[in-house]
């Protein structure tokens, strides 16, 4: 097949030979056969080696017709062990003896002397455990960390190109703990919440004893429990000592600030002394009676009802 050079003039045509693909391999091949400076090592580097071949025999023609799921499944299983002593290279006439040694079948024909049967049956066992031996190697590295099956998702994810990418890489622990700026608003971000929870319980707990709320005893509480709780412990015992001789509201602030903001957010409360159980006659004589809690405002309508028999 031939075709015009566009390079050249119009007027000077000339014919150029195209080489084909086949044309090409061929030539490459009787250059190899031609060179004479090859070495045996650059032979052996060259050879292709292919699995031992064995005979296909599809599944599809033993499961053929008609048969119980028990039977299929036995099947099933059958073929699978057979695909696996394939697999360690074994012929069929070997998978055969194996099977008829593993069932315990006895054939009357003429077979092989005894000896040759228990030599075979001996190197197809040796051949089973070495590939068990095998199978229960680490599949790692030495000096290799093993990871579990979450870090190795975390990892697949990161460098296989994930659009999470930002995301998965915050789960990883960093080491080094990261420097606050000392300028920085989201520092007192935990003060402030703890000052916006002991409000709205100040609020709840005066409500319900029908007090009027003061604001500038919620800034007096909030300074407390920044400075005095991490400075001087003492001044927190104080006021406790105080609520316990009269001052509801105090008490409640109290108790607010008992745990440090460290164990707010990162767990549960944990009480450093054991809980005292309120005896039931107490309960009883500082129990309101029915017309002190209608005066509360948010129980004006409180009715308690007829008690369960």
């Not at 391999?25 to 580097?45: A, G, P, W, Y």
């Not at 799921?69 to 055969?96: C, M, P, V, W």
């Amino acid at each position: 097949m031939k075709r015009i050079n566009s390079c050249v003039k119009s007027g000077e045509h000339v014919l150029e030979e195209l080489e084909t693909e086949g044309e090409r391999q061929l030539k490459s091949l009787l250059q190899h056969q031609l060179d004479t400076s090859v070495s045996i090592e650059e032979c052996v580097s060259k050879k292709e080696s292919f699995a031992p071949g064995t005979m296909y025999k599809p599944f599809g023609k033993e499961a053929a017709g008609t048969m119980t799921l028990s039977q299929f499944q036995t099947l099933h299983e059958k073929d699978q062990e057979t695909a696996s002593l394939r697999e360690l290279g074994l012929n069929e006439t070997e998978i055969l003896i194996w099977k008829s040694h593993v069932s315990g079948e006895k054939k009357t024909r003429l077979r092989a002397t005894p000896e040759a049967i228990q030599n075979r049956l001996q190197d197809i066992e040796e051949r089973i455990s070495e590939r068990q031996r095998i199978l229960c190697l680490p599949q790692r590295f030495a000096k290799s960390k093993q990871l579990t099956r979450r870090e190795m998702e975390i990892e697949n994810s990161l460098f296989q190109g994930a659009d999470r990418h930002s995301f998965l890489k915050a789960l990883y622990y960093q080491d080094e703990p990261q420097k606050k700026n000392k300028g920085d608003p989201m520092n007192n971000l935990e003060s402030f919440y703890q000052e916006m929870i002991m409000k709205k319980r100040l609020e709840e707990f005066q409500l319900m004893r029908g007090e009027p709320f003061a604001s500038h005893s919620l800034v007096s509480a909030t300074s407390v429990g920044d400075s005095g709780t991490a400075e001087n412990p003492s001044l927190l015992q104080d006021k406790g000592k105080q609520a316990a001789q009269g001052k509801g509201p105090s008490l409640h602030v109290a108790k607010v600030f008992d745990n440090s903001p460290e164990q707010c957010w990162t767990g549960p409360k944990k009480l450093p002394q054991p809980i005292e159980f309120v005896p039931e006659d107490e309960i009883q004589r500082n129990r309101l009676s029915e017309e002190e809690i209608r005066k509360i405002p948010m129980f004006s309508s409180y009715n308690p009802g007829e008690p369960n028999k």
